[in-house]
């Protein structure tokens, strides 16, 4: 598999290197011009850009991608300062600051390929290795209001896991078996309300959330009380709630 890393030198570095500790055959470049150069003389299977380059904005690159018909196949992870906010369409959207090999694990579940055994848990692991798991985990705040965006997000991702929000008032839970929200809890709410519920938490303030990955297996004893898809419920809960504010 052939990966391009476009971004500063002091970020593509770590990840250039991880990704061929993974068996890529890995380019890096600072320049998104330059970096379209590399696109058109290797095609890579995988493109992981930075929100900024030395001179195209990630969304410029991205644009550029998309528009080409023969490119558009390529795989594009965007790395940014702040997944909650407004960004485009990309395959993959993850933390500026994510562990390199949690940017690697999140590629090899985008192109559907195995994880190296590098990258793969084990209780022989030193600690260190396993921080290095650890801290591939998604984190970060949630905006006023942008808890269906991050739900959206995280259902673009196709991970298995568990997102765990913390508002002023009180915690939310999501799982997700390979992108698809299974179960919402909220208080003593679960399915469709608690996902109104978390609407409601997330208007007045900052939160924080987490999203832990977990294999399907972990997953099976957990209720399931969402039956139909993200887009669709959450267009239902908006609507509802709209209603209810012209009352």
Request: hydrophobic share 40%.
């Amino acid at each position: 598999m052939k990966a391009l890393v476009v971004m500063p030198a002091q970020h593509s570095e770590p990840l250039a290197e991880a990704f061929a500790e993974a068996d890529f055959d890995v380019r890096h470049a600072a320049s998104g011009l330059y970096a379209l150069t590399l696109i058109e003389r290797d095609r890579p299977h995988l493109i992981v850009c930075a929100e900024a380059t030395e001179d195209l904005s990630g969304a410029e690159l991205l644009e550029i991608i998309r528009e080409d018909p023969l490119l558009r196949v390529v795989k594009f992870m965007l790395l940014v300062q702040d997944p909650t906010g407004p960004h485009p369409k990309a395959d993959a959207l993850l933390r500026l600051t994510s562990s390199p090999k949690g940017v690697v694990q999140t590629a090899c579940h985008l192109l559907g390929v195995p994880e190296p055994a590098t990258l793969i848990e084990d209780s022989s692991l030193p600690e260190e290795r396993k921080s290095a798991l650890d801290e591939s985990w998604y984190n970060g705040k949630v905006a006023p209001g942008a808890a269906f965006q991050l739900l959206d997000w995280l259902t673009g991702m196709g991970e298995s896991g568990c997102l765990e929000m913390n508002f002023s008032g009180g915690r939310a839970r999501v799982h997700f078996l390979e992108g698809k929200p299974f179960h919402a809890e909220f208080g003593n709410q679960s399915g469709v309300s608690a996902l109104r519920e978390i609407f409601f938490a997330t208007q007045n303030g900052v939160g924080t959330f987490s999203f832990a990955r977990k294999q399907p297996p972990e997953l099976e004893s957990i209720p399931r009380t969402l039956h139909e898809p993200i887009q669709n419920i959450l267009l239902r809960v908006v609507t509802q709630l709209d209603e209810s504010l012209r009352r």
